[in-house]
């Protein structure tokens, strides 16, 4: 199970460095779109970025539960 989530979190936070990467060379471009926030506000980065792993841990938690109940024999079966 471990493996399963550990691999969710590590996409997505290759997925989030490279978001953030690109959103601050695009900053110009996000600055028209943004009202009340810097584009390179913290607080908006960093409370985005807890959401995406949240929700990575989440929807990594079915897999890595099917595959703890799966017999080792069973999967290792060709059939």
Do not use: F, N, Q, Y
Request: no cysteine; hydrophobic share 65%.
């Amino acid at each position: 199970m471990l493996d399963v989530l550990k691999s969710a979190v590590w996409l997505s936070v290759w997925g989030i460095a490279i978001g953030l990467a690109v959103s601050l060379m695009l900053t110009r471009l996000l600055t028209a779109m943004l009202t009340d926030v810097r584009p390179a506000d913290p607080a908006s980065i960093g409370a985005a970025a807890m959401i995406l792993i949240a929700t990575a841990l989440l929807a990594g938690l079915v897999p890595g539960w099917r595959a703890m109940r799966v017999e080792p024999m069973t999967a290792l079966r060709v059939d």
